[in-house]
Antibody, heavy 122, light 110 residues
């Protein structure tokens, strides 16, 4: 069965950096694009970034563009989110999610991890 | 990338049907057949209930159905059950590899 396990969250000061990881299993990771989606405490879901199955196509939400970097290592079945210049408004649970369709087809998230909490505070 | 518009809350009694709307624009909901719906119980990850406007993933009850008209998508839940009480989010492709979620709707089963 599909399993996604995020890690790397924690408390960080404004302006600092953090790297999240998402370990994938139960499916052929190298065939599927992946999303990062976040949810501030008590708030709605917010799409953050997407990466294609081979890492060749990447896109970000405007709110994180230039500060966050999504990447993947298909040899390790792992997705990453490097977050720089963190702001208090980046405080949220960060979910990694698998694309519903394999290959280069645009597709929404289907399976989600349990999330990792990032708190940006001095 | 403005969030899609959903009602903040809806409610219904067991056995009844409810519909949650999701209004976007001609740049997202109205332009692509890529609206999905997610159910989220407190403290848990979202679960995909409907994709591509009206397709139910394997294992999702046929009490859940989706549709779209113009810039508005809808999720209908028939035969409401207590376990349907949750937050529901719509999501749409918005072009240029970007996606947008709705503000979420809290469903209360009376």
């Amino acid at each position: 069965q599909v399993q996604l396990v995020e890690s790397g969250g924690g408390v960080v000061q404004p302006g600092r950096s953090l790297r999240l990881s998402c370990a994938a299993s139960g499916f052929t990771f190298s065939l599927y694009g992946m999303h990062w989606v976040r949810q501030a405490p008590g708030k709605e879901l917010q799409w953050v970034a997407v990466i294609s199955y081979d890492g060749s196509n990447i896109h970000y939400a405007e709110s994180v563009k230039g500060r966050f970097t999504i990447s993947r290592d298909n040899s390790k079945n792992t997705l990453y989110l490097q977050m720089n210049s963190l702001r208090p408004e980046d405080t949220a649970v960060y979910y990694c999610a698998k694309k519903k369709e394999e290959g280069g087809v645009e597709a929404p998230p289907d399976y989600w991890g349990q999330g990792t909490l990032v708190t940006v505070s001095s | 990338q403005s969030a899609l518009t959903q009602p903040a809350s809806v409610s219904g009694s067991p056995g009844q049907s409810i519909t949650i709307s999701c209004t976007g624009t001609s740049s997202d909901v109205g332009n692509y057949n890529l609206v999905s719906w997610y159910q989220q119980h407190p403290g848990t990850a979202p679960k995909l209930m409907i994709s591509e406007g009206s397709k139910r993933p394997s294992g999702v009850s046929n009490r859940f159905s989706g549709s779209k008209s113009g810039n508005t998508a809808s999720l209908t839940i028939s035969g409401l059950q207590a376990e349907d009480e949750a937050d529901y989010y719509c999501c749409s492709y918005a072009g240029s590899l970007t996606w947008v979620f709705g503000g979420g709707t809290k469903l209360t089963v009376l």
